[in-house]
Structure formats: structure tokens, C-alpha cells
């Protein structure tokens, strides 16, 4: 196992999910990747990195007197105020989709098994930062729900690892009563096939940021809902309402990939919209690559701002 | 259309194969899971779904290919009916059924159903026949078998709605008959009427033969129908002050589907308007109103119910004959020592009962006079010693008609010769007053006294117990019938005839002295049964229905000669009760028929005739069912051509011809496959 986590050589350093799969053990196949990301990134992206100094502000009246710096009072005659980036321990809660359809997959692994592999290694780099962290699983409603803790990691990697696709989803009537629980400020992470009208999705999504939370969406689809590249013709069965349709793949491959697309596209300009991070996660792709994509991503924002 | 090798028919299965395999190629189509359709419903569906309409399109093609050449060479030929109507044609034989029953006097019925007679007629050949049959509860042939249209054409003008109910049983029998009888190729019947229900009674064996038709022509039927009409009245007669009166109680009934405010009855006695009420009645409904009560003044009362004038005015009178009713004048004989309770039961039967009344003298044996005798129509002799005279008294009474009955007590003898009189020889008592009673078995329940116990509940003698009784031998001599038994085979009655009366000697006694049969339920009928029998009582009743038969002579006594007998009919004509005219008199009109002699109306008698109201019911069968049961099959025309005309070889060839076209289709059709399915695979 040890070797999945080094990362010394190039190319090793993203390992396949189907190799990750085959170790069942959550906590281990979250260790093996993000140690091996971050020992191969070097430079730890810590966000929300507690007592970084952010700025100074003139003090108004009603501000704690505890927070003025007397070092700058002496140095400038006036009160000013410290002001740092962050708490040191935000709440994160990962939002995963456990819907029928995320039990598709094409390969070995479902993108509900990639899913909960996203969802444990970033539950588990976020606890190693010693933020608290959290889990709520939901298809047409909540299934499981862990509130966010500092002590709940090994809760939400077991409850995880119970997880299976039972029943049809819908995210706008779960993500809405899980909006108003919420209260605290913290980081939300809906993972998630995205199958509805990106207009809904918005529509559905859009209420998590009210209380001024980080949302960030993984949209996870596999390959062969990327490609359509199935043969014969054959009757295609939707995995949640059971509606059987006839397709000739080959007629149908070209539209379906336009539709996708738009589909794709409309998402990504929407979300940005409404200021969401929204990452498209191919199930064929290495776990830690779609990581490190995030995570750079995420990175670069908050140079910016 | 049949087939000359139906065994072929069996390629049919074949059809099965290709629809098989596109089944088993569905099958095998597997399915895949997707996780949502939501793109692929969005993909214009007919690039699909025009390929599969090809498919069945080829399906279709070969199937119809295939079937094509099955029915080939299943070679069908067709036996064609229009062959057989230019072999058939020609002379027709034609019945027209006409209905005749009352209810075709409904509104303008009548007057459509000549019309339809009329162009019936109009409708016939030059060398066609043409009967026609008037029916109503009987049938009647006006006109047998003619060409001659003038006469046919009379008789449907003269003829008028009857009094008889409708029968269509008896009209398709006589049209049956003549069809058959027919030797012209083309038989038919017509049937003119108004379809009514209650005429129907199945088809009670009524058959046109083989290859008639029937056309029912339905006079009225399924349109909306109003009519009230009487119901049969109910008498109540009281005896007041010795004078008989009687209150009429009569009904209406509502046989329309709207309801009838203010019906007016009213009841006319002879030719006076009585009384009139009136009633409301409800849609299908029924009222009835009783007058009040009129005395009974003369015989033969002629009663009328009239309502109000509707379409439908037959059934809105209702006749009835009204007399004073006779007392059975019964002579109760007892014991010259007797108590005064021995004829105490008797007497108190006899007392009950109103039809007939029974007028009940109690005297002793010694004091009979010639009068009693003369006026008693039964005589009960109550456990009586009978001397000579008293004996050959009776005998003289039974042979001039009266009835006499024996119970036979202790005391009871016969002076004389006792077979003379008595249909059998008394004999000593038997005690059976130790061990088990004795119990009446094997009753003649054929006979007019024992009837009314036939059938069960309705009577048990054998709960009586007999503690003695006399030995009775019935006499050879005499025809002595035994009517009943006691269990160890005694006789408990015997009866005989003698001269114009009867006698019946009942072997026990009729008070609870020898047995406690007076106090079961039997006894009050057992004793009413037996005096109207020995008195010869018949019930007049107050009215007949029309279509019942009439027997004049009933009820006379035979010096009464019956050969100058006349019957004066409603309408007033005059039937020779003689020898020469009917020896039965056939009720045909509503109203009143009189019978009485030649010369004086002294005895005359008076009849009511009433029209059989189940008729008013205007409710309508399907003609279907009648034509139907009549000819075998439903609403069918004449069927085949006429037997033992063999067709042309050409014409059996040309009837067969069709597996030729057959096969040329399918031909054409396969071509087609083969075109489009090159197409198809080009594409």
C-alpha cells in the first residue's frame, strides 16, 4: 500500500480508481491519495488557514477592544482593528447523491463508488486541517445525515461506506429543507449526477449559498454517458423511473453528445453565474487528478481575490 | 363460403412463424440500463421508428403472403344465394299473417296493419299465391292459397279487430301447413302485428319448413304507448235482512308510462249508470274502487265497469252477471232417541261457508215428511235406524236426483234389503279403542271430495283417530266405489251412483263418539266437499272470458230438451242451440250472450264475456325472436336453393374459381415483399 501513496516518480502519482476500488477500506484509500497528493503537490494549499492576517480596520465603536492593535495605535496615534482570513475550524459537509442513476457505471466502479471515494478524501483532508466535517447523503429526500463535527471522520466514512443507490432522486426538494439546516457558515460539497434541467439545477442549488456558504459541485459522470459509445441497438431502461425506450446507438450518438454538451456548458456558465465552483468529474479519471484540478482551481481564486 | 380442402386451413399455423421469430428477436434484444433517458427522449424519435414501421410493414406483407396461399389452396367456393334466387325464382307461395287481436284497435294500428296487407298483396307476382290468415287467439284462414288479388284485397277490407288475445303459436302452425303443402319454389310468410309480449309463449312447435322465410312486419311496436284498462272486479256479497246484497269492487290498471289523474269508473247495473268514482293511478300501476253495496233484486243481473273512452277501448269494460245465490238445502236426519249434541259438529260445519250457502233442517227420523224430502237437496242421515218405509222413501229421493249420506254409528241399520239403496252391507262394529287407533289411509284423491287434499299441506286425515267403525262389504251389485280405506283395509266411505244421485255411506261416526275427526282441521272442508258434491252443486260463475267455450246443456236437467235452445250473441245474432248449429258455444264477442228457449226468456240464462285483459299490455317482444324460433335462425333470408336443381358445370366452376384469384393475389403480394425488402436492405 505503501507504494500507492509515494509519489515521487511522475505518472505514478495518479493512481487509478479502479485500483482504489479494490481496497475497500475508505479511510485508507482517502489516505493513499491525498498523502500522495499532497507529498507530490509540496506545497499544501491549506485553505482556510486559521490565523492567517487578513487586513486592518479603523476602529468603530462597538468593536471588541480586545482586537486593537496597540502596536499600530503607537505607531500611528489611531485605533485600528486586526482583521484574520478566517475561522481555524470551518464546517465542511459533503452533499452526496445517492440517487438510482449514481449507481450507473460502465467499468468497475459506479460513480456512486467514485463518489464516496471523492467524498472521503476530501473529508479527510479537511479533517487533517482540523476543520469539522460532515455528511448528508439524499436522493428524493435525506437519507443520512451527519452534522458536522470535528470528531464525526470515522462516522462519516462508515456511514459512507454503507451507502447504496435505492431509490429515484430529486435535488430540489432535499437541497432545499437541507438549506435552512445549514445556520452555520462552512463549506458544502454536492456531489452529484446533475440530472435535471441546469436551470432547476440552479434553481435547486441556489439556496445552499444563502447563509453565505462555499458551495462547490462535482458533477460526476462516466465515461459512457460522456461518449455514448454503446453498439447494438438495444432497449435503454432508465435506471430510476424504468421507462424502456428503443436506441440505435449509432443514429443516436452524435445528438447525444450535442445535448450533452449543452448540457455540460449550461451548467458551467450558469454556475459561474451564480458564483458556484462546478467541476466535471469523468469516473475513468484518476481520483487525486480530479483533486488536484479542483484544488488548483481553488487555489488560483483565492489568489485573486 | 366453404371450403373443398378445409385440411389446408391447418397452413394457417403457419402464420404463427414469422410473428415467432419477430417475438423471439425482440427477446433477444437485451436491455441496457442508462442512468436517465433525459437526452435520448430528446433525440427526434423517428430516425428509429421509421425502420421498425418497415419492419411490420414486411411482416404484414409476408403474413397477408402467407395466408393468401394457405386460403388457395384450401380451394373456397362460394355457394351463392344470388345463384340460388335465379333457380328459385318465379312463383312465391305467401301467408299473410295478419294479427287480429283486440289490441290492434289501438289507435290507428289497425288501419296500418291493412295497409301492410294491402301492399303485401300489391307486392305479389302475376303467378304468385297468396293466403290470408286473420289471427288472434286462434287462427283463421280468410284465404287459401290464391292468385286472385280482388279476393285477397276483400278480405283484408272487411275484416275487423276481434275480441281474442294475441297468439302467435297457432298463426305460424297454420302458416307452417300451408307453406308446406305449397309446391312453389319460393315460400314466405308475413307476419302483421303489433309484437305484443304476452302473446309469446315460445315457439310451442310452431316451424315454417325448411327454406321459408318469415318477414315480421311490427305494427306500432317500440313507440310509446297509453293505456288504462279494467281489471277483473271482486263481489262481496252480505245477506241482510234476508235480502242478498252485493258490493262491487273494481280496478284499473295503468298500462302507459304517464300517469292517469281523475280516471272515471263507473258501474252500470242493466242499462242504469250506478255509480261513479274516480282514481288517480300511477304509470304501470293499478287502482281499484269499491261502490257501494246494491241489492240483488232478479236473476241474471247484467253489471257493467265502464271507463272513459282511450286509443285502446276494448279493455275498458268489464261485464259480469249477478244472481241471487242459492241455498244447499241440506236435511240433517238424527236418531229418534238421540242427544241433543249429535249432530251438533255437523250442523256447525254446514253453518259456515258462503258459496254455496248451506241451509241446514235437524229433524228426527221418525218425523221426515214428503215435503222435507222434496225440498233437501242432501240428506245426511246421522247414525239413524232406518225403517222400510224411511228406506224405500230415500231410495225414491236419491233416484230423483237428491244426495244421501250415511254415518254409521252403534245404532245405525238398514231395514230391508240394504244393497238396494246402500252401496254395501253393514257389518258389526270393530273396537279399536285398546291398542292403536285405526287411521284413514288410501284416499281417492281423484275424486271431487278427496281433490282439494291432494296436493301437500293442504289437508291430513291420517292425524284423525278412528276408535271404532262398522265393517262395510261393498256390493258387486251395486258399483260401489271405495273412496278411502281404513289402515287394516276396511272401507271408510263407499259411494255410489243411483238413478240421478248419489249415495255415500262413511263408515264412522261423525261426532266424537268413535272418533275425534270433528275436531281436526279437515273435518269443516271434509263435510262443505261432500254436501256441494251430492247436492251437484256447480259455481256459475259471474264472468267468462272470451275464447272459453261454453257448454249450454251444463246444468239443465235432460227433460229440459236442449234442442230448442236458442243463443243470442252480443251482437245481437241468434245461434240454433239445435242439433244442427255447434253443440258448443265458443265465446268470440265481449259482452253479454243469452241463452234461453225459442219461445220464452223464462229460464233464461245470462253470460258475461270479457276480453282477456293480459291483451292491454301493449309491451312489445323482438320480432327477431319470433322470426327466430320460426325459422330456426335469426333474421336470416330464404336459404338455399331449392333442392334437387343441380348447377351447370360451368356454374360449379365458376363457384370455384376464387383460389385463382387467390393465388394471383398472392403473387402480387410477394413481389411486393421481395421490392421492398430490397429497398429496405439498400437503405
Given at each position: ?41 509540496h ?9 492567517d492576517?487578513a ?19 503607537a ?61 448528508v ?17 470515522n ?58 456558504n ?33 436506441v ?9 453528445n ?42 488560483r ?5 | ?31 441496457v ?21 418497415h419492419n ?41 299473417l ?70 302467435y ?35 310451442e ?30 263481489l ?21 308510462t ?64 249477478l ?19 249429535a ?21 228426527r ?16 242421515l ?22 244421501l249420506f ?31 287407533a ?8 281423484g275424486?271431487?271430495?278427496f281433490?282439494?287434499?291432494?296436493t ?39 259411494e ?9 255411506v ?8 268413535w ?23 256447480t ?12 257448454d249450454p246443456?251444463?246444468?239443465?236437467t ?27 258455444l ?80 398472392a403473387?402480387?403480394v ?14
Amino acid at each position: 500500500m505503501h507504494g500507492l501513496s509515494t509519489s515521487a516518480i511522475p505518472g505514478a502519482r495518479f493512481v487509478d480508481p479502479a485500483v482504489l476500488a479494490r481496497i475497500g477500506n475508505l479511510e485508507l484509500v482517502a489516505r493513499s491519495v491525498v498523502d500522495g497528493f499532497i507529498n507530490g503537490l509540496h506545497r499544501a494549499p491549506y485553505f482556510g488557514a486559521s490565523v492567517d492576517f487578513a487586513e486592518h480596520r479603523g476602529y468603530v465603536a462597538g468593536d471588541d477592544i480586545r482586537r486593537i492593535d496597540w502596536r499600530l495605535f503607537a505607531r500611528t496615534d489611531r485605533f485600528y482593528v486586526k482583521e484574520y482570513e478566517a475561522d481555524s475550524n470551518s464546517n465542511f459537509s459533503v452533499l452526496l447523491d445517492v440517487s438510482k442513476s449514481m449507481g450507473y457505471g460502465s467499468g468497475e466502479m459506479t460513480k456512486l463508488d467514485y463518489a464516496k471515494i471523492l467524498a472521503a478524501c476530501l473529508t479527510y483532508l479537511v479533517h487533517r486541517q482540523r476543520d469539522r466535517v460532515g455528511l448528508v447523503a439524499f436522493d428524493e429526500g435525506i437519507v443520512e445525515h451527519v452534522p458536522p463535527s470535528a470528531k464525526h471522520m470515522n462516522v462519516v466514512l462508515h456511514m459512507l461506506d454503507r451507502l447504496t443507490a435505492m431509490r429515484p432522486g430529486s435535488l430540489r426538494a432535499p437541497l432545499h429543507r437541507l438549506a435552512e439546516h445549514f445556520g452555520r457558515r462552512g463549506i458544502l460539497v454536492l456531489i452529484s449526477d446533475l440530472y435535471d434541467e441546469p436551470e432547476a439545477v440552479i434553481e435547486a442549488v441556489a439556496p445552499l449559498r444563502f447563509r453565505g456558504n462555499d458551495l462547490i459541485v462535482f458533477h460526476v459522470l462516466d465515461r459512457a454517458e460522456l461518449d455514448f459509445g454503446f453498439g447494438d441497438a438495444s432497449s435503454f431502461e432508465d435506471l430510476e423511473t424504468g421507462d424502456q425506450l428503443p436506441v440505435v446507438p449509432e443514429a443516436f450518438r452524435k445528438q447525444y453528445n450535442e445535448l450533452m454538451r449543452a448540457h455540460i456548458d449550461a451548467l458551467t456558465r450558469r454556475f459561474s453565474e451564480v458564483r458556484v465552483d462546478y467541476t466535471l468529474i469523468d469516473t475513468g479519471a484518476p481520483l487525486d487528478h480530479a483533486l488536484f484540478k479542483y484544488l488548483s482551481t481553488r487555489e488560483r481564486l483565492m489568489r485573486v481575490r | 363460403m366453404s371450403f373443398l380442402a378445409p385440411f389446408f386451413l391447418l397452413g394457417l399455423a403457419g402464420l404463427a412463424v414469422p410473428v415467432v421469430i419477430h417475438l423471439i428477436q425482440r427477446e433477444r434484444k437485451q436491455v441496457v440500463l442508462f442512468p436517465s433517458l433525459m437526452f435520448i427522449r430528446r433525440v427526434p424519435y423517428q430516425s428509429v421508428r421509421r425502420r421498425r414501421i418497415h419492419n411490420w410493414t414486411l411482416l404484414f406483407i409476408r403474413l397477408a403472403a402467407l395466408a393468401l396461399l394457405v386460403a388457395a389452396f384450401a380451394r373456397p367456393f362460394l355457394s351463392r344465394p344470388d345463384a340460388a334466387a335465379v333457380v328459385g325464382s318465379g312463383a312465391r307461395e305467401v301467408v299473410i299473417l295478419v294479427d287480429q287481436s283486440y289490441s290492434m284497435a289501438y289507435g290507428d294500428h289497425w288501419d296500418r296493419a291493412r295497409a301492410a296487407a294491402r301492399e303485401a298483396v300489391n307486392g305479389l307476382g302475376s303467378s304468385d299465391r297468396a293466403s290470408i290468415v286473420f289471427f288472434s287467439s286462434g287462427a283463421d284462414v280468410a284465404v287459401r292459397s290464391t292468385s286472385e288479388r280482388a279476393r285477397l284485397q276483400a278480405a283484408i277490407a272487411t275484416a275487423e279487430p276481434s275480441a281474442g288475445a294475441t297468439r302467435y303459436a297457432p298463426a305460424l302452425k297454420v302458416a307452417g301447413s300451408i307453406l308446406s303443402e305449397s309446391t312453389l319454389p319460393r315460400r314466405e310468410a308475413i307476419l302483421i302485428t303489433d309484437f305484443q309480449a304476452s302473446g309469446w309463449r315460445g315457439a310451442e312447435g310452431a316451424r315454417l319448413p325448411e327454406g321459408a322465410k318469415l318477414t315480421p312486419v311490427a305494427i306500432g311496436a317500440r313507440e310509446e304507448t297509453q293505456n288504462l284498462s279494467t281489471s277483473p272486479v271482486s263481489l262481496t256479497r252480505t245477506t241482510f235482512e234476508k235480502q242478498e246484497r252485493v258490493a262491487v269492487t273494481a280496478g284499473v290498471m295503468n298500462r302507459g308510462t304517464r300517469p292517469a289523474r281523475g280516471v272515471e269508473l263507473t258501474l252500470n247495473i242493466g242499462d242504469r249508470a250506478l255509480e261513479s268514482q274516480r282514481v288517480d293511478v300511477e304509470p304501470n300501476g293499478s287502482a281499484s274502487v269499491t261502490f257501494a253495496p246494491f241489492t240483488i233484486s232478479s236473476r241474471n243481473m247484467r253489471g257493467t265497469i265502464h271507463l272513459a273512452p282511450d286509443a285502446l277501448e276494448r279493455d275498458n269494460a268489464f261485464h259480469f252477471v249477478l244472481s241471487p245465490s242459492a241455498p244447499v238445502r241440506v236435511l240433517v236426519v238424527e236418531r229418534s232417541g238421540a242427544t241433543g249434541g249429535a249432530s251438533l259438529y255437523l250442523t256447525q260445519a254446514l253453518a259456515i261457508g258462503t258459496s254455496p250457502r248451506f241451509e241446514t233442517q235437524v229433524k228426527r227420523a221418525d218425523g221426515i215428511s214428503d215435503d222435507d224430502l222434496r225440498q233437501a237437496a242432501v240428506v245426511l242421515l246421522n247414525d239413524v235406524t232406518v225403517t222400510e218405509s224411511l228406506a224405500s222413501r230415500l231410495g225414491r229421493f236419491v233416484e230423483r236426483g237428491g244426495g244421501l249420506f250415511v254415518a254409521l254409528g252403534p245404532y245405525a241399520t238398514w231395514a230391508g234389503s240394504s244393497s238396494d239403496v246402500l252401496p254395501g252391507v253393514l257389518g258389526a262394529p270393530v273396537d279399536r279403542s285398546r291398542g292403536d287407533a285405526a287411521r284413514m289411509a288410501a284416499l281417492e284423491y281423484g275424486h271431487p271430495i278427496f281433490e282439494p287434499f291432494r296436493t301437500p299441506r293442504s289437508g291430513n286425515f291420517s292425524a284423525a283417530r278412528f276408535y271404532g267403525y262398522r265393517v262395510l262389504t261393498p256390493a258387486p251389485s251395486a258399483q260401489a266405489q271405495v273412496l278411502a280405506r281404513f289402515d287394516a283395509g276396511a272401507p271408510a266411505v263407499i259411494e255410489r251412483k243411483l238413478g240421478n244421485g248419489r249415495v255415500i255411506v262413511w263408515a264412522s261416526t261423525l261426532d266424537l263418539s268413535w272418533s275425534d275427526l270433528p275436531l281436526k282441521p279437515v273435518f269443516l272442508p271434509f263435510i262443505h266437499r261432500v254436501a256441494r258434491h251430492l247436492a251437484a252443486y256447480t259455481e256459475v260463475p259471474p264472468w267468462m272470458t272470451v275464447g272459453q267455450v261454453l257448454d249450454p246443456s251444463a246444468g239443465l236437467t235432460p227433460s229440459a230438451a236442449i234442442a230448442e235452445r236458442i243463443a243470442l250473441t252480443p251482437s245481437r245474432h241468434r245461434l240454433a242451440l239445435n242439433g244442427e248449429g255447434p253443440e258448443v258455444l265458443e265465446l268470440a264477442e265481449q259482452g253479454f250472450y243469452e241463452i234461453r228457449r225459442q219461445a220464452s226468456d223464462a229460464d233464461a240464462t245470462v253470460v258475461a264475456s270479457n276480453v282477456d285483459l293480459s291483451e292491454s299490455d301493449l309491451t312489445t317482444i323482438d320480432p327477431e325472436e319470433v322470426v327466430a324460433a320460426a325459422v330456426g335462425r335469426a333474421g336470416e333470408a330464404s336459404g338455399q336453393a331449392a333442392p334437387g336443381v343441380p348447377l351447370t358445370p360451368e356454374a360449379q366452376e365458376r363457384s370455384q374459381r376464387i383460389w385463382w384469384y387467390l393465388l394471383s393475389a398472392a403473387i402480387v403480394v410477394l413481389g411486393a415483399d421481395t421490392l421492398l425488402s430490397n429497398r429496405l436492405s439498400k437503405t
